[in-house]
């Protein structure tokens, strides 16, 4: 459990991306030092110290993973923020007004700023058709494209100019510079990080080792290594993000996206060590936002500056029109 909550703060380069993989264990440790707890309580209880102190020992990464706040009510002033992977709108149709589904129920929770990733391909009628929508609802929408991926942004504020922090294929980052009120500026970055790359088969071969824990399963040194391979780039796409972070010291900034990895990760811990994690600072539980096969984990976030005091993060599992939920929080001004 120890190496597995380290293992995030270790950079998993080429030789050692195994280290990627060593955080997905992460629960896996905690459960297991949780049991040998409860069998200490019940049969040896003078031992049951160790998997106190054990616990103790790696507080940080459990309050990242699965964190425990009091109700925190949004105050009036706030900004509403939230992102969604919406998976390309796959399998959605417009209504007459020319609106996905997806979009209503955004519209209908009255965000004032929305990442989207994978905002259908690049160019197309269904990417004007984005631009209309959001206009129809009284949103300005900005677009930078990633290969074959985009990514999106809602705004109520007028978005001054954008541009790509940084691309792999279809993943990367893009960071929008937004006018408020009174001359006042904001940056939020839309990020995708590098996905794990696993076909449907990999998949299968992840639930079947998951729930049956056989030896059987074809391949699955190979999932593996594409596991490791994926959170290798994620961690050097992870420094490129810290970087910008870094040098936009000082102002109004906001990032959020689909990071591909869980809260026991160096690319989460790039972004948390300066920035504060909206979920763990205000959510409760482990806030699953990815909700395909066996994958009960948080993998999209919304990080923001000490300009800002979140309140009611949270991961809005009431709509299931993509593979990942959408996640919201509330941002006052400080």
């Known amino acids: 459990m120890w190496a597995c909550a380290a293992s995030g703060y270790a950079h998993p380069d080429q030789w050692w991306s195994v280290l990627g993989v ?47 706040n009091l109700a925190s009510p949004p105050p009036k002033g706030c900004l509403k923020v939230m992102t969604y992977n919406v998976f390309g709108f796959s399998g959605q149709k417009p209504d007459a007004k020319g609106d996905y589904p997806a979009m209503v129920y955004l519209y209908a929770k009255k965000p004032d700023i929305v990442c989207l990733q994978e905002a259908f391909g690049v160019g197309g009628k269904q990417a004007d058709s984005l631009q209309l929508s959001a206009r129809r609802h009284g949103y300005h929408y900005r677009k930078e494209e990633l290969g074959g991926s985009v990514l999106g942004l809602l705004s109520r504020f007028p978005i001054a100019k ?5 691309r792999s294929r279809t993943n990367g980052a893009a960071a929008f510079w937004l006018l408020l009120p009174g001359e006042d500026t904001i940056v939020v970055v839309n990020t995708h990080l590098e996905s794990m790359g696993l076909n ?3 998949r299968s071969n992840y639930v079947e080792l998951l729930h049956h824990h056989t030896d059987s399963v074809k391949g699955k040194l190979g999932f593996l290594r594409k596991i490791a391979d994926a959170c290798h780039e994620r961690a050097h796409q992870g420094d490129s993000l810290a970087q910008f972070i870094d040098r936009m010291e000082g102002r109004r900034l906001i990032v959020m996206g689909d990071f591909n990895d869980t809260p026991i990760s160096y690319a989460h811990r790039q972004v948390c060590s300066r920035l504060t994690d909206a ?33 009611a993060a949270m991961v809005e599992n009431s709509i299931d029109l993509s593979d990942h939920y959408p996640v919201s929080a509330y941002l006052k001004p400080q």
Do not use: Q
């Not at 997905?24 to 409860?38: D, H, I, K, S």
């Not at 205000?282 to 994958?295: E, M, Q």
């Open 279 to 311: 979920y763990r600072a205000t959510g409760n539980g482990i806030g699953r936002s990815f909700h395909k096969d066996a994958i009960y984990v948080r993998i999209d976030n919304i990080f923001c500056s000490s300009h800002w005091k979140p309140f």
């Open 200 to 202: 449907s088969a990999d």
């Open 22 to 68: 060593l955080g997905l264990c992460f629960p896996f440790g905690v459960a297991a030092v949780v049991g040998m707890g409860v069998l200490c309580l019940l049969f040896k209880p003078k031992l049951v110290w160790i998997a106190v102190v054990g616990l103790l020992g790696c507080c940080g990464s459990l309050r990242d993973y699965c964190p425990v």
């Open 162 to 166: 954008s541009e790509v922090l940084f």
